[in-house]
């Protein structure tokens, strides 16, 4: 029964992803005037606004919705209560959230609507039962009044340190498309596309960086104040920044301005940030169409610590990009992150509650791509020219990639585990126990299209996009009919197995044979496709003189294939995806791998804590075949060699289960160890809201002890811990998590038995 059930929802959710049609905009022409006062002292936004539209939905409007949006940092908000207290409470490190939008004064056509009357409040939803219908055709107006407490946190909405960073700040019309009101008190939004003008009153030494990019007029007040006019079109958000302290590098590309907004004590990659953002919007540009609007700002905000987010012309970066050295490309990757979503999600608006992937994974992908041709498909965790050339191939061995490193690993990990969900669902309709990757699997799609259709007609593919739906909203099928019209080939499949399943890759190469015939070498390369996906990937031999390589597309119609190459010289080795393009959930079998691999390590005890140990020099080694790895050195200051290894698995061996074994061997100088231990963890599902993750694990190990100052002899036994921990829909931790441990242990000749109790609100 459980089996029919899951297939039952599984098959609604994806005929619902199927059936999706173009999501048109039914609120047209909207227009937005606000003039808005920020208070330091007070730490409050007085605003005035007015807000214009046309009902095109084809029918009368009995009521309307108003996103109240900073009511969400309110303490016991929704979000609130779905963070949990601690998460929620780590965004005011100084105090508790005292912010709130508040509603003076509202009126629309000329009736005054009363708040728990005929307008009710549902925390970030202001619902109006409109006193007069607005028919089809005819416009509504709407006159507000209305109050901003600030939060000092660190959240998109906030100050710190007289830094104001202003997002979703006003009451904001909701979205009527084709489908639906959409007016779920959600924390991403769904938006509107129209015009704003604003003029915003700030003290007058303020610096202000807005959307609409530089100011039409300024005028200063007598009051100490300047008034400060903005105006934007064709977007659906207006957001500010505003600090006395900000410095300003300006810059241009084909007559777009660009600025960047920073701290003085961060100039250095202040004035990068600007640079960053030109060599983005021109790349971008190239390959999604060009950049529509007039201006772009990039700010350094005292919030979101090491995050960053997009709006409209303006970004925002967490205080703590700009602490890293100018050798790391992490300031300039979430630059292009958040550039890449002027394109989706600025430019195609998604519905984010439903259809994350839509903007996720393609900035996912664009931060990527930018990053591998800016900086190189390897070790562009850093900008290599940065670094003097001696040491260049010494940092080529401990620095990686992005997508290795932010992109594969988590995605391997659920997928690999079973709990993987359809990348499509929203994290309203996840399964319980499963995981929707939109930025992971969104971008790995995104890849996958580009290697299938090739880079060329990919680009087309998005530029087409962008063309035939700027500036409006777009669903996964507007995309997906896009792809096929220019592929000239229906594509259906390949988004039925990439987005509408949780299908695997894993390659295999069976072996390499070879005849020679008339003068020729006939070579053979066994393809076996062990994952559930279809997917054509291209296979490479080396030839003889170790130099040439040739490569053929295996289309992968078939579990079984061969590749045929016919050369002058005999085939020595081959291997699948050579350029590891696509996540195959086992790359060590896409050749006949090496029996032993190794590569050099250095290290000294200063840098673990073992002052004694001195320089230690070797080998890090490698077992692919048998998924054992580990290192083998010597130690000068204690003048021994030193080895580990370790070989560790991850298996599920029923639904719901997801477990785990490893082995552990070593002896770094002062302890010799040997550990095995085996971990289950089950999920139960007790209520709509939560889930319960049972963890338990047996672990056998014994120690010896020596060079040590102090508890030299020996450690063995076998200890049995159980964990308890419970988690919301997105997987964050709850409010409770229990560990139970009970071992029993020889320590010299005392037994030791510990039991303890480790609760987390």
Same mark, same amino acid.
């Given at each position: 029964?459980?089996?029919?059930?899951?297939?039952?929802?599984?098959?609604?959710?994806?005929?619902?992803?199927? +059936?999706?049609?173009?999501?048109?905009?039914?609120?047209?022409?909207?227009?937005?005037?606000?003039? =808005?006062?920020?208070?330091?002292?007070?730490?409050?936004?007085?605003?005035?606004?007015?807000?214009?539209?046309?009902?095109?939905?084809?029918?009368?409007?009995?009521?309307?919705?108003?996103?109240?949006?900073?009511?969400?940092?309110?303490?016991?908000?929704?979000?609130?209560? &779905?963070?949990?207290?601690?998460?929620?409470?780590?965004?005011?490190?100084?105090?508790?959230?005292?912010?709130?939008?508040?509603?003076?004064?509202?009126?629309?056509?000329?009736?005054?609507?009363?708040?728990?009357?005929?307008?009710?409040?549902?925390?970030?939803? *202001? /619902?109006?039962?409109?006193?007069?219908?607005?028919?089809?055709?005819?416009?509504?107006?709407?006159?507000?009044?209305?109050?901003?407490?600030?939060?000092?946190?660190?959240?998109?909405?906030?100050?710190?340190?007289?830094? $104001?960073?202003?997002?979703?700040?006003?009451?904001?019309?909701?979205?009527?498309?084709?489908?639906?009101?959409?007016?779920?008190?959600?924390?991403?939004?769904?938006?509107?596309?129209?015009?704003?003008?604003?003029?915003?009153?700030?003290?007058?030494?303020?610096?202000?960086?807005?959307?609409?990019?530089?100011?039409?007029?300024?005028?200063?007040?007598?009051?100490? &104040? /300047?008034?400060?006019?903005?105006?934007?079109?064709?977007?659906?958000?207006?957001?500010?920044?505003?600090? %006395?302290?900000?410095?300003?590098?300006?810059?241009?590309?084909?007559?777009?301005?660009?600025?960047?907004?920073?701290?003085?004590?961060? =100039?250095?990659?202040?004035? *990068?940030?600007?640079?960053?953002?030109?060599?983005?919007?021109?790349?971008?540009?190239?390959?999604?169409? /060009?950049?529509?609007?007039?201006?772009?700002?990039? =700010?350094?905000?005292?919030?979101?610590?090491?995050?960053?987010?997009?709006?409209?012309?303006?970004?925002?970066?967490?205080?703590?990009?700009?602490?890293?050295?100018?050798?790391?490309?992490?300031?300039?990757?979430?630059?292009?992150?958040?550039?890449?979503?002027?394109?989706?999600?600025?430019? *195609?608006?998604?519905?984010?509650?439903?259809?994350?992937?839509?903007?996720?994974?393609?900035?996912?992908?664009?931060?990527?791509?930018?990053?591998?041709?800016? $900086?190189?498909?390897?070790?562009?965790? %850093?900008?290599?020219?940065?670094?003097?050339?001696?040491?260049?191939?010494?940092?080529?061995?401990?620095?990686?990639?992005?997508?290795?490193?932010?992109?594969?690993?988590?995605?391997?990990?659920?997928?690999?585990?079973?709990? @993987?969900?359809?990348?499509? %669902?929203?994290?309203?309709?996840?399964?319980?126990?499963? &995981?929707?990757?939109?930025?992971?699997?969104?971008?790995?799609?995104? +890849?996958?299209?580009?290697?299938?259709?090739?880079?060329?007609?990919?680009?087309?593919?998005?530029?087409?996009?962008?063309?035939?739906?700027?500036?409006?909203?777009?669903?996964?099928?507007?995309?997906?009919?896009?792809?096929?019209?220019?592929?000239?080939?229906?594509?259906?499949?390949?988004?039925?197995?990439?987005?509408?399943?949780?299908?695997?890759?894993?390659?295999?190469?069976?072996?390499?044979?070879?005849?020679?015939?008339?003068?020729?070498?006939?070579?053979?390369?066994?393809?076996?496709?062990?994952?559930?996906?279809?997917?054509?990937?291209?296979?490479?031999?080396?030839? =003889?003189?170790? /130099?040439?390589?040739?490569?053929?597309?295996?289309?992968?119609? @078939?579990?079984?294939?061969?590749?045929?190459?016919?050369?002058?010289?005999?085939?020595?080795? %081959?291997?699948?995806?050579?350029?590891?393009?696509?996540?195959?959930?086992?790359?060590?079998?896409?050749?006949?791998?090496?029996?032993?691999?190794?590569?050099?390590?250095?290290?000294?005890?200063?840098?673990?804590?073992?002052?004694?140990?001195?320089?230690?020099?070797?080998?890090?080694?490698?077992?692919?075949?048998?998924?054992?790895?580990?290192?083998?050195?010597?130690?000068?200051?204690?003048?021994?060699?030193?080895?580990?290894?370790?070989?560790?698995?991850?298996?599920?061996?029923?639904?719901?289960?997801?477990?785990?074994?490893?082995?552990?061997?070593?002896?770094?100088?002062?302890?010799?160890?040997?550990?095995?231990?085996?971990?289950?963890?089950?999920?139960?599902?007790?209520?709509?809201?939560?889930?319960?993750?049972?963890?338990?694990?047996?672990?056998?190990?014994?120690?010896?002890?020596?060079?040590?100052?102090?508890?030299?002899?020996?450690?063995?036994?076998?200890?049995?811990?159980?964990?308890?921990?419970?988690?919301?829909?997105?997987?964050?931790?709850?409010?409770?998590?229990?560990?139970?441990?009970?071992?029993?242990?020889?320590?010299?000749?005392?037994?030791?038995?510990?039991?303890?109790?480790?609760?987390?609100?």
């Amino acid at each position: 029964m459980r089996s029919l059930a899951t297939a039952a929802l599984l098959f609604l959710w994806v005929s619902a992803a199927i +059936f999706t049609v173009h999501a048109e905009q039914k609120l047209t022409d909207i227009s937005y005037t606000i003039k =808005a006062r920020l208070s330091t002292q007070a730490k409050k936004i007085f605003g005035e606004e007015k807000l214009r539209f046309k009902n095109d939905s084809g029918s009368a409007l009995r009521v309307l919705y108003l996103h109240l949006r900073p009511n969400r940092l309110k303490e016991g908000s929704i979000q609130a209560r &779905t963070m949990g207290v601690k998460n929620f409470d780590s965004i005011f490190p100084y105090g508790p959230a005292d912010a709130y939008l508040l509603v003076q004064e509202l009126q629309l056509d000329g009736h005054k609507y009363e708040i728990g009357a005929d307008a009710q409040l549902d925390d970030t939803i *202001l /619902k109006l039962n409109l006193a007069s219908p607005i028919d089809s055709g005819n416009y509504g107006e709407f006159s507000i009044k209305f109050v901003l407490k600030i939060p000092n946190g660190l959240e998109r909405l906030g100050y710190f340190n007289e830094n $104001y960073y202003i997002s979703w700040w006003y009451p904001e019309l909701a979205v009527l498309d084709s489908n639906s009101w959409h007016h779920d008190p959600f924390e991403e939004p769904y938006q509107n596309f129209g015009s704003y003008s604003v003029e915003l009153t700030v003290p007058e030494a303020m610096v202000v960086g807005a959307t609409g990019g530089f100011p039409e007029s300024e005028v200063k007040n007598n009051d100490g &104040t /300047k008034t400060l006019k903005f105006s934007a079109q064709n977007v659906h958000d207006f957001a500010w920044v505003a600090d %006395a302290r900000y410095k300003v590098e300006e810059t241009e590309w084909e007559g777009i301005k660009i600025r960047s907004l920073y701290l003085p004590e961060n =100039a250095e990659m202040g004035k *990068l940030a600007a640079r960053y953002s030109k060599d983005v919007l021109e790349y971008f540009s190239k390959r999604f169409g /060009k950049y529509p609007y007039p201006t772009f700002t990039s =700010a350094q905000i005292n919030g979101l610590v090491a995050g960053a987010m997009e709006y409209p012309q303006l970004i925002m970066n967490g205080n703590l990009l700009y602490k890293f050295p100018k050798q790391s490309t992490l300031l300039d990757v979430v630059i292009s992150h958040e550039v890449g979503h002027q394109w989706f999600f600025g430019m *195609l608006m998604n519905n984010q509650p439903d259809e994350t992937w839509l903007d996720e994974g393609f900035a996912e992908f664009a931060m990527i791509a930018y990053a591998e041709e800016k $900086y190189g498909v390897e070790h562009n965790l %850093a900008d290599l020219k940065q670094i003097p050339e001696p040491w260049r191939d010494l940092f080529k061995n401990v620095i990686s990639d992005w997508r290795s490193q932010f992109l594969l690993p988590n995605y391997l990990n659920v997928a690999r585990e079973g709990r @993987e969900e359809i990348v499509t %669902a929203s994290p309203q309709k996840t399964r319980p126990g499963h &995981t929707p990757l939109f930025y992971e699997k969104g971008a790995l799609t995104l +890849f996958a299209l580009e290697y299938l259709v090739g880079r060329e007609t990919f680009d087309k593919i998005l530029q087409t996009y962008v063309q035939n739906f700027q500036f409006k909203q777009v669903t996964t099928a507007d995309f997906e009919k896009v792809a096929s019209d220019v592929y000239s080939q229906d594509l259906a499949w390949f988004f039925d197995e990439w987005l509408r399943s949780t299908k695997t890759l894993d390659f295999v190469f069976e072996g390499l044979t070879v005849e020679q015939a008339e003068g020729k070498y006939i070579n053979r390369v066994l393809v076996h496709q062990a994952g559930e996906m279809h997917m054509p990937v291209d296979v490479q031999i080396t030839l =003889a003189d170790g /130099k040439t390589k040739l490569t053929q597309r295996w289309e992968g119609n @078939e579990k079984f294939g061969t590749v045929t190459f016919i050369t002058d010289q005999k085939a020595i080795s %081959a291997i699948i995806d050579p350029d590891e393009k696509l996540p195959d959930l086992n790359r060590a079998n896409n050749t006949d791998a090496k029996f032993f691999d190794s590569s050099p390590f250095v290290d000294h005890g200063l840098l673990h804590g073992q002052q004694e140990d001195g320089f230690i020099s070797g080998i890090n080694w490698n077992l692919p075949r048998l998924s054992i790895n580990g290192k083998l050195g010597y130690s000068l200051g204690l003048s021994r060699f030193i080895y580990s290894a370790h070989h560790e698995k991850n298996f599920s061996f029923m639904d719901q289960w997801l477990s785990q074994y490893s082995f552990d061997l070593g002896d770094d100088g002062h302890i010799r160890s040997l550990d095995a231990k085996l971990s289950l963890i089950f999920s139960t599902y007790p209520s709509l809201g939560v889930s319960l993750h049972h963890e338990l694990s047996v672990q056998k190990f014994y120690d010896q002890r020596y060079n040590v100052a102090e508890d030299d002899g020996f450690l063995a036994g076998i200890r049995v811990s159980y964990a308890l921990s419970m988690r919301d829909r997105l997987g964050r931790d709850g409010t409770l998590k229990l560990t139970y441990k009970k071992g029993l242990s020889e320590w010299g000749s005392e037994y030791v038995f510990t039991k303890y109790q480790d609760f987390r609100g």
